[in-house]
T-cell receptor, first 112, second 110 residues
Framework: DTAVSQTPKYLVTQMGNDKSIKCEQNLGHDTMYWYKQDSKKFLKIMFSYNNKELIINETVPNRFSPKSPDKAHLNLHINSLELGDSAVYFC???????????FGPGTRLTVT | GIQVEQSPPDLILQEGANSTLRCNFSDSVNNLQWFHQNPWGQLINLFYIPSGTKQNGRLSATTVATERYSLLYISSSQTTDSGVYFCAVGVKTSYDKVIFGPGTSLSVIP
Protein backbone atom coordinates (compact mmCIF):
# COMPACT_ATOMS: atom_id res chain seq x y z
CA ASP A 1 0.00 0.00 0.00
CA THR A 2 1.93 2.99 -1.30
CA ALA A 3 1.23 6.08 0.82
CA VAL A 4 2.53 8.73 -1.59
CA SER A 5 3.01 7.70 -5.21
CA GLN A 6 4.39 9.55 -8.22
CA THR A 7 4.33 8.84 -11.91
CA PRO A 8 6.42 8.54 -13.91
CA LYS A 9 9.54 7.49 -12.02
CA TYR A 10 11.81 8.55 -14.87
CA LEU A 11 11.15 11.16 -17.56
CA VAL A 12 13.53 11.98 -20.40
CA THR A 13 12.47 14.70 -22.79
CA GLN A 14 13.81 17.40 -25.07
CA MET A 15 14.08 21.11 -24.47
CA GLY A 16 10.93 23.02 -25.30
CA ASN A 17 8.55 20.16 -24.59
CA ASP A 18 5.69 20.25 -22.06
CA LYS A 19 5.42 17.46 -19.49
CA SER A 20 3.42 16.53 -16.38
CA ILE A 21 4.24 14.62 -13.23
CA LYS A 22 1.43 13.14 -11.17
CA CYS A 23 1.24 12.65 -7.41
CA GLU A 24 -1.34 10.84 -5.33
CA GLN A 25 -1.53 10.23 -1.58
CA ASN A 26 -3.87 7.77 0.12
CA LEU A 27 -3.18 9.00 3.66
CA GLY A 28 -6.09 11.42 3.88
CA HIS A 29 -3.68 14.33 4.39
CA ASP A 30 -4.76 17.93 3.91
CA THR A 31 -1.48 19.39 2.67
CA MET A 32 0.67 18.37 -0.30
CA TYR A 33 3.98 19.68 -1.60
CA TRP A 34 6.34 19.65 -4.53
CA TYR A 35 10.09 19.78 -3.92
CA LYS A 36 13.00 19.97 -6.34
CA GLN A 37 16.30 18.22 -5.59
CA ASP A 38 19.20 19.48 -7.67
CA SER A 39 22.38 17.69 -8.68
CA LYS A 40 24.04 18.67 -5.40
CA LYS A 41 21.23 16.95 -3.47
CA PHE A 42 19.84 20.24 -2.18
CA LEU A 43 16.08 19.98 -1.54
CA LYS A 44 13.95 23.07 -2.02
CA ILE A 45 10.21 23.53 -1.64
CA MET A 46 8.41 24.66 -4.78
CA PHE A 47 4.69 24.61 -3.95
CA SER A 48 2.37 23.77 -1.10
CA TYR A 49 -1.35 23.07 -1.39
CA ASN A 50 -3.82 22.80 1.48
CA ASN A 51 -7.24 21.33 0.66
CA LYS A 52 -6.76 22.12 -3.04
CA GLU A 53 -5.70 25.73 -2.37
CA LEU A 54 -2.24 27.07 -3.23
CA ILE A 55 -0.46 28.12 -0.03
CA ILE A 56 3.19 28.47 -1.03
CA ASN A 57 4.73 29.41 -4.35
CA GLU A 58 8.46 29.76 -3.85
CA THR A 59 9.44 32.05 -6.72
CA VAL A 60 9.23 29.20 -9.17
CA PRO A 61 9.14 30.21 -12.88
CA ASN A 62 5.59 30.43 -14.16
CA ARG A 63 6.43 27.63 -16.60
CA PHE A 64 5.69 25.41 -13.61
CA SER A 65 1.99 25.11 -12.83
CA PRO A 66 0.69 22.88 -10.05
CA LYS A 67 -2.86 21.57 -10.21
CA SER A 68 -4.82 19.91 -7.44
CA PRO A 69 -8.04 18.30 -8.75
CA ASP A 70 -8.83 17.00 -5.28
CA LYS A 71 -7.25 16.71 -1.86
CA ALA A 72 -5.50 13.44 -2.71
CA HIS A 73 -3.81 14.60 -5.91
CA LEU A 74 -1.26 17.28 -6.76
CA ASN A 75 0.10 17.30 -10.28
CA LEU A 76 2.95 19.36 -11.67
CA HIS A 77 2.88 20.60 -15.24
CA ILE A 78 5.99 22.10 -16.79
CA ASN A 79 5.92 24.11 -20.01
CA SER A 80 8.80 24.81 -22.36
CA LEU A 81 11.26 22.60 -20.53
CA GLU A 82 14.82 23.89 -20.12
CA LEU A 83 18.09 22.10 -19.41
CA GLY A 84 18.13 23.60 -15.90
CA ASP A 85 14.87 21.84 -15.09
CA SER A 86 16.72 18.54 -14.94
CA ALA A 87 16.41 17.35 -11.35
CA VAL A 88 14.56 14.93 -9.12
CA TYR A 89 11.08 16.15 -8.19
CA PHE A 90 9.53 14.89 -4.97
CA CYS A 91 5.93 15.05 -3.89
CA UNK A 92 5.11 15.00 -0.19
CA UNK A 93 2.08 15.20 2.07
CA UNK A 94 1.32 15.92 5.71
CA UNK A 95 -1.87 15.79 7.79
CA UNK A 96 -1.69 19.39 8.97
CA UNK A 97 0.53 22.33 9.79
CA UNK A 98 3.65 21.46 11.70
CA UNK A 99 3.20 17.71 11.47
CA UNK A 100 5.23 14.93 9.92
CA UNK A 101 5.77 14.88 6.15
CA UNK A 102 5.78 11.77 3.99
CA PHE A 103 7.60 11.73 0.67
CA GLY A 104 6.93 9.99 -2.61
CA PRO A 105 9.65 8.03 -4.42
CA GLY A 106 10.63 10.94 -6.67
CA THR A 107 10.59 11.54 -10.42
CA ARG A 108 13.94 11.94 -12.15
CA LEU A 109 13.50 14.45 -14.98
CA THR A 110 16.22 14.71 -17.60
CA VAL A 111 15.98 17.43 -20.23
CA THR A 112 18.22 16.96 -23.26
CA GLY B 1 14.97 33.79 6.19
CA ILE B 2 15.87 30.93 8.47
CA GLN B 3 19.19 29.20 7.89
CA VAL B 4 19.66 25.45 8.44
CA GLU B 5 23.16 24.05 8.70
CA GLN B 6 24.29 20.46 9.04
CA SER B 7 27.63 19.06 10.10
CA PRO B 8 29.75 17.35 9.10
CA PRO B 9 29.03 17.62 5.36
CA ASP B 10 30.69 14.26 4.72
CA LEU B 11 31.48 11.33 6.98
CA ILE B 12 33.17 7.98 6.40
CA LEU B 13 32.77 5.32 9.07
CA GLN B 14 34.03 1.84 9.59
CA GLU B 15 31.20 -0.61 10.07
CA GLY B 16 30.36 -0.85 13.78
CA ALA B 17 31.42 2.70 14.63
CA ASN B 18 29.17 5.31 16.22
CA SER B 19 28.53 8.83 14.94
CA THR B 20 26.70 12.05 15.75
CA LEU B 21 25.21 14.30 13.09
CA ARG B 22 24.24 17.86 13.94
CA CYS B 23 21.59 20.26 12.63
CA ASN B 24 21.64 23.94 13.62
CA PHE B 25 18.88 26.40 12.77
CA SER B 26 18.91 30.15 13.06
CA ASP B 27 15.35 30.86 14.24
CA SER B 28 12.42 29.32 16.10
CA VAL B 29 10.80 26.34 14.41
CA ASN B 30 7.53 24.55 14.98
CA ASN B 31 8.74 21.13 13.94
CA LEU B 32 11.82 19.21 12.89
CA GLN B 33 12.28 15.98 10.99
CA TRP B 34 15.27 13.79 10.18
CA PHE B 35 15.32 11.90 6.89
CA HIS B 36 17.62 9.33 5.35
CA GLN B 37 18.00 9.38 1.59
CA ASN B 38 19.28 5.97 0.60
CA PRO B 39 21.55 5.33 -2.40
CA TRP B 40 18.45 4.66 -4.53
CA GLY B 41 17.15 8.15 -3.82
CA GLN B 42 14.27 7.24 -1.52
CA LEU B 43 13.59 9.69 1.34
CA ILE B 44 12.86 7.75 4.50
CA ASN B 45 11.37 9.30 7.63
CA LEU B 46 13.59 8.71 10.63
CA PHE B 47 12.24 10.99 13.32
CA TYR B 48 9.65 13.69 13.78
CA ILE B 49 11.20 15.49 16.75
CA PRO B 50 10.32 19.15 17.42
CA SER B 51 11.74 18.73 20.92
CA GLY B 52 13.01 16.09 23.31
CA THR B 53 14.60 12.72 22.61
CA LYS B 54 13.43 9.70 20.64
CA GLN B 55 14.98 6.34 19.94
CA ASN B 56 14.37 3.79 17.22
CA GLY B 57 16.70 0.81 17.32
CA ARG B 58 20.27 1.93 16.65
CA LEU B 59 19.17 5.46 15.90
CA SER B 60 18.22 8.20 18.32
CA ALA B 61 17.63 11.91 18.04
CA THR B 62 17.57 14.86 20.40
CA THR B 63 16.25 18.34 19.69
CA VAL B 64 16.92 21.28 21.99
CA ALA B 65 14.60 23.84 20.46
CA THR B 66 15.57 26.64 22.86
CA GLU B 67 19.20 26.32 21.73
CA ARG B 68 18.25 25.75 18.09
CA TYR B 69 19.90 22.44 17.34
CA SER B 70 19.17 18.79 16.86
CA LEU B 71 21.44 15.75 16.99
CA LEU B 72 21.08 12.39 15.27
CA TYR B 73 23.00 9.49 16.81
CA ILE B 74 23.85 6.39 14.83
CA SER B 75 25.28 3.52 16.85
CA SER B 76 26.92 0.34 15.56
CA SER B 77 26.74 1.64 11.99
CA GLN B 78 26.01 -0.75 9.14
CA THR B 79 26.66 -0.45 5.42
CA THR B 80 22.93 0.00 4.91
CA ASP B 81 23.16 3.27 6.87
CA SER B 82 25.03 4.83 3.93
CA GLY B 83 23.33 7.72 2.18
CA VAL B 84 22.50 11.33 2.90
CA TYR B 85 20.91 12.46 6.15
CA PHE B 86 18.76 15.57 6.04
CA CYS B 87 17.15 17.60 8.75
CA ALA B 88 14.13 19.67 7.80
CA VAL B 89 12.53 22.37 9.91
CA GLY B 90 9.06 23.85 9.81
CA VAL B 91 9.03 27.61 9.98
CA LYS B 92 6.65 29.59 12.15
CA THR B 93 5.10 31.92 9.58
CA SER B 94 1.59 32.60 8.39
CA TYR B 95 1.79 29.43 6.35
CA ASP B 96 3.45 26.07 6.51
CA LYS B 97 6.95 26.19 5.04
CA VAL B 98 9.65 23.55 5.35
CA ILE B 99 13.36 24.26 4.96
CA PHE B 100 15.84 21.45 4.40
CA GLY B 101 19.44 21.49 5.52
CA PRO B 102 22.18 20.67 2.99
CA GLY B 103 22.59 17.15 4.33
CA THR B 104 25.37 14.96 5.70
CA SER B 105 26.67 12.34 3.28
CA LEU B 106 27.53 9.16 5.18
CA SER B 107 29.53 6.25 3.82
CA VAL B 108 29.87 3.15 6.00
CA ILE B 109 32.60 0.83 4.81
CA PRO B 110 32.95 -2.86 5.74
Amino acid sequence: DTAVSQTPKYLVTQMGNDKSIKCEQNLGHDTMYWYKQDSKKFLKIMFSYNNKELIINETVPNRFSPKSPDKAHLNLHINSLELGDSAVYFCASRPGTGLEQYFGPGTRLTVT
Amino acid sequence: GIQVEQSPPDLILQEGANSTLRCNFSDSVNNLQWFHQNPWGQLINLFYIPSGTKQNGRLSATTVATERYSLLYISSSQTTDSGVYFCAVGVKTSYDKVIFGPGTSLSVIP
